[in-house]
């Protein structure tokens, strides 16, 4: 089983990104998905997570300029990202709660940096 994130790039403030991520394998079951981010010298911190059902959270940072989406035809998560700005510059890890045949855990992507210039 692995994540593979796509989407990320360099964007002016006040920009738009939309990130991808794509589970793929042995999968019976994906429950929660989600970003977190890394920004230098900082702990990742989680950006938004969606339920299997499509409930949604998101930081207070990203509340009202980020949205998250999935399919679960296509066990993907994806993360559009509007009014970006300098701050929300990180590297974006998606992660999914799998089942997959008798193994239950918790998967990570490889990080996709985005990059928000003034």
């Known amino acids: 089983v692995q994540l593979q994130a796509s989407g990320g790039g360099l964007v002016q403030a006040g920009g738009s990104l939309r990130l991808s991520c794509v589970a793929s394998g042995k999968i019976f079951r994906i429950d929660d998905m989600g970003w977190y981010r890394q920004a230098p010298g900082r702990q990742r911190e989680l950006v938004a997570r969606i339920t299997t059902s499509s409930s949604t959270n998101y930081a207070d940072s990203v509340q009202g300029r980020f949205t998250v989406s999935r399919n679960n035809a296509n066990n993907t998560v994806t993360l559009q990202m509007t009014s970006l700005k300098p701050e929300d510059t990180a590297v974006y890890y998606c992660?999914?709660?799998?089942?997959?045949?008798?193994?239950?855990?918790?998967?990570w992507g490889q990080g996709t940096l985005v990059t928000v210039s003034s």
């Open positions: 992660t999914a709660l799998i089942y997959s045949d008798y193994h239950a855990g918790q998967y």
